[in-house]
């Protein structure tokens, strides 16, 4: 069945930098766009990146650009999110997710999503 994967979570001082990645099994990552989300605590999943399949092309949210860079390896299967210049606010639970088709910031247009995995921004 179809599944998903977050990794390299953790807690991090502000400043900091975190790799998280989204591994599937099952199924073939470069056809579909890739969406990573983030809930905090007492807020709604808000998407954070997205890259789509084919050309690649890729899209932040305005309170990560910059710092943020999401990136697939298609030889591994896997989604990349870079995480640079953290700040507390980035605190949240992070969850990649899949969809057919072009990127989307709305969760309701993706069909498959990880479990999850927690970054904690904190001194």
């Known amino acids: 069945h179809v599944q998903l994967v977050e990794s390299g979570g953790g807690l991090v001082q502000p400043g900091g930098s975190l790799r998280l990645s989204c591994a599937a099994s099952e199924f073939t990552l470069d056809y579909y766009a890739i969406g990573w989300f983030r809930q905090a605590p007492g807020k709604e999943r808000e998407g954070v990146s997205c890259?789509?399949?084919?050309?690649?092309?890729?899209y932040h949210a305005d309170p990560v650009k910059g710092r943020f860079t999401i990136s697939r390896d298609n030889a591994k299967n896997t989604v990349y999110l870079q995480m640079n210049s953290l700040k507390p606010e980035d605190t949240a639970v992070y969850y990649c997710?899949?969809?057919?088709?072009?990127?989307?910031?709305?969760?309701?247009?993706?069909?498959?999503w990880g479990q999850g995995t927690q970054v904690t921004v904190s001194s």
């Open positions: 890259i789509s399949s084919s050309v690649g092309s890729t």
């Open positions: 997710a899949i969809r057919e088709g072009g990127c989307s910031w709305y969760e309701d247009d993706y069909a498959y």
